[in-house]
Structures are given as C-alpha cells and as structure tokens.
C-alpha cells in the first residue's frame, strides 16, 4: 500500500511542482498592472500638457508675444522640461511592460523546467515513462501560453480603463445650452428683440470644465458673481441700439447673451416675443449674426472662410459681400483670388483686412438680428465711413446691437443704452443724453469729443 502511494506522488509530482506556481504566475501580472494604469493615466495628463503648451505657445499669437518679450530660449527650455517628463513616463511604461513580459516567461519556463527535473528523475527510477514527461510539458505549454495572453489581456483592459474613465468624464458632463424638447423656430419676418430684467453670472469653472482636462489639481472654486442686474430694454426692426459705457461695464456679455452663447441667471431675452431658451439653435443661429471685435478665420482658403456662413451661397453673392464690406478690390488683386490661404486665425491679413472678411461672412448669411463688437474697431477713418456706409444700408431693416467706441457709431444710433456696473444707467438718443450731466456726457468729452476734434 505505501509502495503504491509512494508511486501515485512520484507520478504527480512533476504536475503539482509546476502547478505551485500558478499563483506566482498571476501576482506579478496583477500588481504591475496596477501599477502601469497608473503610469498611463500620469502619461495622459503630461501629454495632455505638452500638447496645451504646443498649442498656445507655438501658434501664431503665441510665438509673437514670445518674440515680443524676447522669451524663445526660455520657451524651448520649458518645453523641453516637459517633453522631458513624457519621456521619462513612457521610458517607465516601457520598463514596466518588459518587467512583466520578462516575468510571465521566466516564470512559465521555470515550470517546463520543473516538470522535465522531476518527471526526469521519476522516468529515471521507472515510476513513470518518458513519454509521459514529454506528453506532461507539452500540457504545461498548453496551460502557460493562454495565460500569457490573459495576463497581458488584463494588462491592455486596465490601461485602457484608465482612457474610458478621462472619456466618460467629458462624456458626463452636461453641457449648458440644451435645446428644450419643445422648442420651436422663430417666425420669419423682422424681428423685435427684448430684454426682460436680466440678471446673469458667468459659471463657475466646475459647470464647464474638468481639471482633469485643465491640467490643475483643482478646479478654481471662486462662487458666481453677478455680472448683470436688471438689465430690460427692446430693440425693434429697423434701429440700432449702441451700448457705450467703460470697460468691464457688461456690454459685451449683453451681446452674447443675444445669440444665446450663456444662459440668463433669471429674467429673459426674447424674439418676437419667443424666449430664446424655447426657440430651435438652428433657427437661433439664422436668425441672430455676431461680429466680434476679434474676427476669427479658420486656417482655410478665402472662400471656404465666406461659405462657413453660407455653404450654398453663389459666386455673385459672394462678390456682392466683399463689395459691401470694401473688400472686393483687395481680394481681386490676389493672385489666387478667393483660394488665397488666409492662415491661422487669419494672420496673413491685416487686422482690418481680417475684420472685412468678417463683415463680409456676415453680411452673406444675412441675419435678421445684427450684433456688432466694435466691427468697425481695425479699420481706418476711409474704409470705416465706407464700411459704415454698408452696414447702414444693411441694417434698414433689421434688428441691430452695435457695441461701439466711435462718435458716428454712437450719434447714428436711434437709442443709445449707457452701461455701467451690469446696469443700464441712462438711455435715450445722442442729444438726449447730452443734453443731462450724467455718464454719457463724460464719456463723450473724454472718448468721443476727441475724435470729432480731429476729423477733417
């Protein structure tokens, strides 16, 4: 009986040597790969900065102010410190990864090893045959190989985790301009624009934005401040109402309010009677066109930058456009005409040059709402009066927010609105106002007088 026992172990021995390392086998893949998703988030977030500093160090305005302030030894030293840590968190990725593959192969080669040393001293004493040995390896292969692949299976699944979770987090968050489930368009035909004491407050960073993606620890936690209190006026079809007063005061957050960029706090803003909040984002973007005092062109040709406003539009709209906004002769005399590659944000043309083309997108779409920030703000005394000319013509017969620093601007405008501290503090005409010793009249002897003193 304990011969027979004795020749039972001799047989399984071999097997149950090289089954013991199993669970050696599996440790080595769980912790490294714990410890590599951990790498792969960290290398994420480096590059997600590398890839923040590229961006706006290297574009056009960037690399302009670094030249400006003489700083490009002290740019590439910071990008090198930067790309520097990439490196070294994929030289540690890469360390890692080979650790395991180096381990997961020792460790299923130190099993055959066991198997051939004791099936060989068994087959040697004759407990158990040598194809047995042979047959024993050959299941041991079996067995090691697809764990291999299970172990870098989980390896691939945990880093990829970590990929899902920055995704699921830009996934969940909400965005702040939804279109309601009843909206609906905006009726056709002039349109009378109102504001319905408005109040509004800028979002805190945590509702728009994540730090995973901001490459800070913690999102800035400063609470809401009003921006806006109160505010109420009406523009109707046919008039344009000028916002004036000094920096900071809320105009431009006025104008963006109109093409619904940010949501009021409370109050509302309304077309023809329909809040905005209700209306369809397609017939909200037809309807309201924006130029800000920053035009922004994409990194495309003339045209394509045109059609954006219009994908249908014809040549001879086109042309009339440029004409409108007294560019057509410039774009005529370019040698590739309207293929001309403008450049990132446009930086082959002159700011003025730029802010035409943009005039001439919007006098394209053609909205029934106009919004101006300081349009006419880059141009000379000559090409403003002519600019001028055609938003005058332009806007007959639509609803305009003009945002202006100008003296004809102002005096052209059939209501002026003085904006102070988010609040509208004085409206009326340019006579009315001038005619009381409040804000306007100030900002007039200090802003406008000037230029009225120095045109011809």
Same mark, same amino acid.
């Given at each position: #009986?304990?011969?027979?026992?004795?020749?039972?172990?001799?047989?399984?021995?071999?097997?149950?040597?090289?089954?013991?390392? &199993?669970?050696?086998?599996?440790?080595?893949?769980?912790?490294?790969?714990?410890?590599?998703?951990?790498?792969?988030?960290?290398?994420?977030?480096?590059?997600?900065?590398?890839?923040?500093? #590229?961006?706006?160090?290297?574009?056009?305005?960037?690399? #302009?102010?670094?030249?400006?302030?003489?700083?490009?030894?002290?740019?590439?030293? =910071?990008?090198?410190?930067?790309?520097?840590?990439?490196?070294?968190?994929?030289?540690?990725?890469?360390? =890692?990864?080979?650790?395991?593959?180096?381990? &997961?192969?020792?460790?299923?080669?130190?099993?055959?090893?066991?198997?051939?040393?004791? /099936? /060989?001293?068994?087959?040697?004493?004759?407990?158990?045959?040598?194809?047995?040995?042979?047959?024993?390896?050959?299941?041991?292969?079996?067995? =090691?190989?697809?764990?291999?692949?299970?172990?870098?299976?989980?390896?691939?699944?945990?880093?990829?985790?970590?990929?899902?979770?920055?995704?699921?987090?830009?996934?969940?968050?909400?965005? #702040?301009?939804?279109?309601?489930?009843?909206?609906?368009?905006?009726?056709? /035909?002039?349109?009378? +624009?109102?504001?319905?004491?408005?109040?509004?407050?800028?979002?805190?960073?945590?509702?728009?934005?994540?730090?995973?993606?901001?490459?800070?620890?913690?999102?800035?936690?400063?609470?809401? *401040?009003?921006?806006?209190?109160?505010?109420?006026?009406?523009?109707?079809?046919?008039?344009?109402?000028?916002?004036?007063?000094?920096?900071?005061?809320?105009? *431009?957050?006025?104008?963006?309010?109109?093409?619904?960029?940010?949501?009021?706090?409370?109050?509302? !803003?309304?077309?023809?009677?329909?809040?905005?909040?209700?209306?369809?984002?397609?017939?909200?973007?037809?309807?309201?066109?924006?130029?800000?005092?920053?035009?922004?062109?994409?990194?495309?040709?003339?045209?394509?930058?045109?059609?954006?406003?219009?994908?249908?539009?014809?040549?001879?709209?086109?042309?009339?456009?440029?004409?409108?906004?007294?560019? =057509?002769?410039?774009?005529?005399?370019?040698?590739?005409? +309207?293929?001309?590659?403008?450049?990132?944000?446009?930086?082959?043309?002159?700011?003025?040059?730029?802010?035409?083309?943009?005039?001439?997108?919007?006098?394209?779409?053609?909205?029934?709402?106009?919004?101006?920030?300081?349009?006419?703000?880059?141009?000379?005394?000559?090409?403003?009066?002519?600019?001028?000319?055609?938003?005058?013509?332009?806007?007959?017969?639509?609803?305009?927010?003009?945002?202006?620093?100008?003296?004809?601007?102002?005096?052209?405008?059939?209501?002026? &609105?003085?904006?102070?501290?988010?609040?509208? !503090?004085?409206?009326?005409?340019?006579?009315?106002?001038?005619?009381?010793?409040?804000?306007?009249?100030?900002?007039?002897?200090?802003?406008?007088?000037?230029?009225?003193?120095?045109?011809?």
């Amino acid at each position: #009986m304990m011969m027979m026992a004795k020749s039972i172990f001799w047989k399984q021995r071999p097997a149950l040597v090289a089954l013991i390392l &199993l669970p050696i086998f599996l440790l080595p893949a769980r912790r490294v790969g714990r410890r590599l998703g951990g790498l792969y988030q960290r290398g994420l977030e480096l590059n997600a900065e590398m890839n923040t500093v #590229m961006t706006e160090r290297f574009n056009v305005a960037g690399a #302009m102010v670094v030249k400006i302030f003489g700083r490009p030894a002290d740019e590439v030293d =910071y990008f090198e410190s930067r790309a520097g840590r990439v490196r070294d968190i994929g030289i540690e990725q890469a360390t =890692y990864s080979r650790f395991l593959f180096v381990a &997961l192969t020792l460790t299923a080669s130190l099993a055959t090893a066991f198997a051939y040393g004791f /099936g /060989g001293l068994a087959a040697v004493s004759g407990t158990i045959s040598t194809g047995t040995v042979v047959a024993l390896t050959a299941f041991l292969g079996r067995l =090691y190989g697809p764990l291999t692949s299970l172990s870098n299976l989980n390896l691939d699944v945990m880093t990829a985790l970590v990929s899902f979770e920055r995704l699921f987090e830009v996934l969940d968050l909400e965005p #702040m301009i939804v279109e309601s489930p009843t909206a609906r368009d905006i009726g056709p /035909g002039p349109c009378t +624009l109102e504001f319905n004491d408005v109040y509004f407050s800028y979002p805190a960073a945590s509702e728009v934005s994540l730090a995973s993606l901001e490459s800070v620890a913690v999102l800035d936690d400063t609470p809401r *401040t009003e921006v806006l209190f109160g505010v109420s006026f009406s523009v109707a079809p046919g008039t344009v109402t000028a916002l004036v007063g000094p920096s900071g005061a809320g105009k *431009t957050t006025i104008s963006m309010l109109v093409s619904r960029l940010y949501d009021v706090t409370s109050g509302s !803003v309304t077309l023809n009677g329909l809040d905005i909040r209700e209306s369809t984002n397609r017939s909200l973007s037809e309807t309201v066109g924006v130029v800000t005092q920053d035009a922004h062109l994409f990194h495309d040709s003339l045209l394509a930058n045109l059609r954006y406003a219009k994908p249908d539009a014809t040549e001879e709209q086109i042309f009339e456009a440029l004409r409108s906004a007294q560019i =057509y002769d410039l774009v005529s005399s370019l040698p590739k005409g +309207l293929d001309t590659v403008v450049g990132e944000r446009g930086y082959r043309l002159s700011g003025g040059e730029k802010q035409r083309v943009a005039l001439a997108r919007l006098l394209l779409k053609s909205p029934r709402v106009v919004v101006l920030d300081e349009a006419t703000a880059h141009l000379d005394a000559e090409s403003e009066a002519a600019v001028q000319r055609a938003l005058d013509a332009t806007m007959a017969e639509r609803t305009s927010i003009v945002i202006a620093h100008r003296l004809s601007t102002v005096r052209n405008a059939h209501q002026i &609105l003085v904006i102070d501290g988010g609040r509208i !503090v004085e409206s009326g005409t340019h006579s009315d106002l001038m005619s009381r010793a409040g804000l306007y009249r100030d900002l007039y002897e200090t802003q406008f007088a000037p230029q009225e003193q120095i045109a011809p």
